[in-house]
């Protein structure tokens, strides 16, 4: 189940860490924090939020590198890094590794809470972007070598006699595997197929 819009803020410094919840609180939202990035990942699972708040650098591991872990793990909430003026050229780049956007200290009460806003409603979005290609990998995961193939020649348009013809099997077989590619992949025809798998990089012409 998705999470209930809560925030996270990861910082080492327990004022700012005091003053941001303090913050999300008084605007009516969910929200915890956490004193490093070693920490948080001691305890994270990818449903507890709908968006970070990352200090950029901390003792440890820093906000940057947390973020690249998180990414790699599977779904990453949308998230927002808070930085020091010195340190604007490191926080642009976090913006090209998939950051939402950077707020330099000391900040605006108002416009972070904005953004952070922002991230909640996206995170919807994303989240149910992700859910919806995992399902779509689960289910290709699901078809043995022979399905896949019959999948991708009738996706391509070939009859079931060509089908046969190429794959050296008889047209009874490729029946079965037809029926078994619609059973597992939820749909009822190949116009549902292309439909559900037109966006994934394997089927794209």
């Known amino acids: 189940m998705p999470p209930e ?15 941001l919840k303090w913050l999300f609180l008084s605007r009516g939202h969910r929200v915890e924090t956490c004193e490093s990035a070693e920490r948080f990942l ?7 939020f709908s968006a970070l708040l990352l200090d950029l650098r901390m ?15 599977g779904y990453c909430p949308p998230t927002i890094f808070l930085t020091g003026h010195g340190d604007v050229p490191l926080a642009v780049s976090s913006l090209k590794l998939g950051a939402i956007d950077f707020i330099e200290k000391p900040f605006d009460d108002n416009a972070l809470v904005d953004q952070v806003e922002r991230c909640l409603g996206l995170d919807e979005m ?9 399902e ?12 896949r ?18 794959l050296s ?6 029946e079965v595997h037809r029926a078994r590619v619609l059973e597992k992949m939820g749909v009822k025809s190949a116009v549902e197929l292309a439909s559900l798998v037109r966006d994934h990089p394997d089927f794209k012409r």
């Open 5 to 19: 819009h809560r925030i996270c803020v990861v910082d080492d410094d327990e004022a700012i860490r005091d003053a």
């Open 42 to 48: 001691e305890h994270y699972k990818q449903d507890d």
């Open 59 to 73: 003792e440890g591991m820093s906000g940057i590198e947390l973020f690249q872990i998180l990414q790699k793990r």
């Open 126 to 134: 994303r989240r149910a972007e992700y859910l919806a290609r995992s």
């Open 136 to 147: 779509l990998e689960k289910k290709l995961g699901d078809l043995t070598p022979r399905e």
């Open 149 to 166: 193939e019959v999948m991708e020649l009738f996706l391509l348009g070939r009859l079931n006699k060509q089908i046969a013809d190429e």
């Open 169 to 174: 099997i008889s047209m009874k077989t490729v």
